[in-house]
């Protein structure tokens, strides 16, 4: 048997009301099967053949081939469809809220049961209910669904897609808009699986968890119909775009200790901690690096919400930084079993520092024969938040 580097227990670390992912994780495996390194992917369908970066192009052993790419979430409303984006708190927030700022009565939209404005985007995590409405934008980091896309010479491909949001279901009851009335991650995966000719078992549709980032699950209020059908399309073109640019590349990987970003978030239970970031770097044979894909566990909870200003916390703050590290290329990390971990201080030195955390181009462990290998399975998960778990039988996360 050879030890073949994989990707493996990746699942989505975003939080569900009645059902949780959580852990995303690169570890070695042993594989019996020994797919030929120079096969050219072609029995996986037409529309892979005709997006695959040339493809006659032979792989080495040591490569794989990997597409990556980024679109920004900033909303863009279209005023001639009637479209709004109402960035006043004043007018988003229910008179009902008890905030001083509060001042109109807002009616129920058929999609969710809070009393909220349908046409404010709310951020996620902070309070409960539409609280913080996103007032501004970022214009420096942004808000981004970004992906990378690994397949092997066997067709195998793993599509690792993270959105800077709080959280995005796999299914959906209400909350998607009209142009994509399937906008759930398994029914991307299904929809985008066919389209481009790969398995929908290694669609991994996540999101950062930051809590000053979009509610586009409800808890706090959602979003307008229209953004919600601009958030699936910019999910779908991210995965094409990655999958169309895929290239032949090297990968190397690593785990570092990072302590000091991470703790106990709060003192009556206890976390599974993990103090180590982890890594894997995908290199072009120009020397380029394509992605750097990395998870850690640590909730994104340091951004000031009262600002109104949409934002992804440290990890917007990691990928910016990693992007300049490393010269290019298209960087993120995965929340891991966050669970209970968060960590103190500023939202952007801890990003930065992590990203620092990591050794320069070249210097990381090198995987040798490149492969990849996806399953998914679906079980029942316990709902150990109760007000939460309340929330979500009433139907306020959609």
């Not at 229910?94 to 009393?115: C, E, L, N, Y």
């Given at each position: 048997?050879?030890?073949?580097?994989?990707f493996?227990?990746?699942?989505?670390?975003?939080l569900?009301?009645g059902?949780v992912?959580a852990?995303?994780g690169?570890?070695?495996v042993?594989?019996?099967?020994?797919?030929?390194a120079?096969?050219?992917?072609?029995?996986?369908?037409?529309?892979?053949?005709?997006?695959?970066v040339?493809?006659?192009?032979?792989?080495?052993?040591d490569?794989i081939f990997?597409?990556a790419?980024k679109?920004?979430?900033e909303p863009?409303p279209?005023a001639?469809?009637?479209?709004?984006?109402?960035?006043?708190?004043?007018?988003?927030?229910?008179?009902?809220?008890?905030?001083?700022?509060?001042?109109?009565?807002?009616?129920?939209?058929?999609?969710s049961?809070?009393?909220?404005?349908?046409?404010c985007?709310?951020?996620?995590?902070?309070?409960?209910?539409?609280t913080?409405?996103?007032l501004?934008?970022?214009?420096h980091?942004?808000?981004w669904?970004r992906t990378a896309?690994?397949?092997?010479?066997a067709g195998?491909?793993?599509?690792?897609?993270?959105?800077?949001?709080e959280?995005?279901?796999?299914?959906y009851?209400?909350m998607?808009?009209?142009?994509e009335?399937?906008?759930?991650?398994?029914?991307?995966?299904?929809d985008l699986?066919?389209?481009?000719?790969?398995s929908?078992?290694?669609?991994?549709?996540?999101?950062?968890?930051a809590?000053?980032?979009?509610?586009?699950?409800?808890g706090w209020?959602?979003?307008p119909?229209?953004?919600m059908?601009?958030v699936?399309?910019?999910?779908?073109d991210?995965?094409?775009?990655?999958f169309?640019?895929?290239?032949?590349?090297r990968?190397?990987?690593g785990?570092?200790?990072?302590?000091?970003?991470?703790?106990?978030?709060r003192?009556?239970?206890r976390s599974a901690?993990?103090p180590?970031?982890?890594?894997?770097?995908?290199?072009?044979?120009?020397?380029?690096?394509?992605?750097?894909?990395?998870?850690?566990a640590?909730?994104?909870?340091?951004?000031d919400e009262?600002?109104?200003?949409?934002?992804?916390?440290?990890?917007v703050?990691?990928?910016?930084?990693?992007?300049?590290?490393?010269?290019?290329?298209?960087?993120?990390?995965f929340?891991?079993?966050?669970g209970?971990?968060t960590?103190?201080?500023?939202w952007?030195?801890?990003?930065?520092g992590?990203?620092n955390?990591?050794?320069?181009?070249?210097?990381?462990t090198?995987?040798?024969?490149?492969?990849v290998r996806?399953?998914?399975e679906?079980?029942?998960q316990?709902?150990?938040?109760?007000?939460?778990?309340?929330?979500?039988?009433?139907g306020f996360?959609?």
């Amino acid at each position: 048997m050879r030890l073949r580097t994989v990707f493996t227990g990746l699942m989505t670390g975003l939080l569900l009301v009645g059902s949780v992912w959580a852990g995303v994780g690169l570890s070695p495996v042993d594989r019996l099967v020994d797919p030929a390194a120079d096969a050219v992917p072609q029995q996986v369908g037409a529309r892979f053949a005709s997006l695959q970066v040339g493809t006659g192009a032979t792989l080495g052993a040591d490569e794989i081939f990997v597409g990556a790419s980024k679109i920004s979430l900033e909303p863009t409303p279209d005023a001639s469809q009637g479209e709004v984006w109402v960035r006043d708190k004043k007018a988003c927030l229910p008179a009902t809220s008890g905030d001083p700022m509060a001042g109109q009565a807002h009616v129920a939209d058929w999609r969710s049961p809070w009393i909220e404005n349908s046409n404010c985007i709310y951020m996620g995590g902070y309070g409960i209910g539409p609280t913080n409405p996103i007032l501004t934008w970022d214009d420096h980091y942004g808000l981004w669904v970004r992906t990378a896309v690994f397949a092997d010479a066997a067709g195998d491909t793993l599509v690792l897609t993270l959105l800077d949001a709080e959280g995005y279901f796999g299914e959906y009851n209400n909350m998607c808009g009209t142009a994509e009335p399937r906008c759930g991650a398994f029914d991307i995966a299904d929809d985008l699986g066919a389209e481009l000719g790969i398995s929908p078992d290694g669609f991994i549709i996540a999101s950062t968890h930051a809590h000053t980032a979009l509610d586009l699950i409800g808890g706090w209020g959602g979003v307008p119909g229209w953004y919600m059908d601009q958030v699936a399309g910019a999910i779908k073109d991210s995965i094409r775009q990655a999958f169309a640019n895929k290239a032949p590349a090297r990968l190397e990987a690593g785990e570092q200790l990072a302590r000091e970003f991470n703790g106990e978030r709060r003192s009556k239970y206890r976390s599974a901690e993990d103090p180590t970031i982890n890594w894997i770097r995908a290199i072009g044979r120009d020397n380029n690096v394509i992605t750097t894909v990395s998870t850690f566990a640590t909730h994104p909870v340091n951004y000031d919400e009262e600002l109104g200003i949409g934002h992804a916390d440290f990890p917007v703050a990691f990928a910016h930084q990693a992007e300049a590290n490393q010269g290019g290329g298209v960087a993120m990390v995965f929340q891991a079993g966050l669970g209970n971990m968060t960590g103190g201080g500023s939202w952007e030195p801890k990003g930065k520092g992590l990203a620092n955390r990591l050794p320069a181009v070249g210097l990381g462990t090198p995987v040798p024969t490149p492969d990849v290998r996806v399953k998914r399975e679906f079980w029942n998960q316990p709902v150990t938040n109760v007000p939460l778990g309340s929330l979500g039988a009433g139907g306020f996360f959609d």
